[in-house]
Nanobody, 121 residues
C-alpha cells in the first residue's frame, strides 16, 4: 500500500515562508504527477499546484508568483515552497499523487493525511 507522508506545516506570520514536503513510500510505481491541494474551513478542497513527471507545472491563480512546486523523482518527493504567505492561505494542505502501480498495471490516486498551515500575526 502506497502512503504519502507530509511534513513542514505550522504557524507563520503574514509575509513569511514555509516549505512543505511529501514523500511517497515504496517504489513499486511510476509517478505520473504529484501535487498539493488545500482545504480551508467551510470551503471545498482546491488545487494549489501540480507537477507532472516531465516537469510541467500548473498553479492556482491565487498562489502564482508566491508558491513554487518542485520534485525529486529519485526520492519520490514533492515540495511546495510558499513565500509571501497571506492569512487567506490558511488551510489544511494535502499531498496528492497520481501513480502507475507497476505490479497492478494501472494508475491510482493517493492522498496524504494533511498538514495544517496557519498564517496569522
Amino acid at each position: 500500500q502506497v502512503q504519502l507522508v507530509e511534513s513542514g506545516g505550522g504557524l507563520v506570520q503574514p509575509w513569511g515562508s514555509l516549505r512543505l514536503s511529501c514523500v511517497a513510500s515504496k517504489n513499486t510505481f511510476v509517478i505520473n504527477a504529484m501535487g498539493w491541494y488545500r482545504q480551508a474551513p467551510g470551503k471545498q478542497r482546491e488545487l494549489v499546484a501540480r507537477i507532472t513527471s516531465t516537469g510541467s507545472t500548473n498553479y492556482a491563480d491565487s498562489v502564482k508568483g508566491r508558491f513554487t512546486i518542485s520534485r525529486d523523482n529519485a526520492k519520490n518527493r514533492v515540495y511546495l515552497q510558499m513565500d509571501s504567505l497571506e492569512p487567506e492561505d490558511t488551510a489544511v494542505y494535502y499531498c496528492n499523487a497520481e501513480l502507475f502501480i507497476t505490479t497492478m498495471s494501472r494508475s491510482y490516486t493517493y492522498w496524504g493525511q494533511g498538514t495544517q498551515v496557519t498564517v496569522s500575526s
